[in-house]
Nanobody, 119 residues
Framework: QVRLVESGGGLVQAGGSLRLSCEAS????????LAWYRQVLGNHRVMVAV???????DYHDSVKGRFTISRDGAKNTVYLQMDLLKPEDTAVYYC?????????????WGQGTQVTVSS
């Protein structure tokens, strides 16, 4: 079992920055990757950024060059630094953990944090 708690959302003007944090607790040794997704009301969740246990990162094309995902192993925390924010980045952002192998593989979600970018 993995528990994810996000923080850091809020309201920011276009061009500004925010940093989201997600603290993982529980069976963290089995986490394969941590990711940030976002969801606009009425749409599916879309992966924004991911970091594997080996430190490999990947990003949605729409945020490349503006967002940076990182992980603090000592604090079991994953961060999403969001710069040059645009109104279209407005969404609820969710932390996601990919945990376990084969038949024991599970996906965990945080409760979400709202990010609003005003024009």
């Amino acid at each position: 079992q993995v528990r994810l708690v996000e923080s850091g959302g809020g309201l920011v003007q276009a061009g500004g920055s925010l940093r989201l944090s997600c603290e993982a607790s529980g069976s963290i040794d089995g986490i394969n990757a941590l990711a940030w997704y976002r969801q606009v009301l009425g749409n599916h969740r879309v992966m924004v950024a991911v970091i594997t246990s080996g430190g490999i990162t990947d990003y949605h094309d729409s945020v490349k060059g503006r967002f940076t995902i990182s992980r603090d192993g000592a604090k079991n925390t994953v961060y999403l630094q969001m710069d040059l924010l645009k109104p279209e980045d407005t969404a609820v952002y969710y932390c996601n953990a990919d945990h376990g192998r084969g038949g024991s593989r599970q996906i965990y979600w945080g409760q979400g944090t709202q990010v609003t970018v005003s024009s």
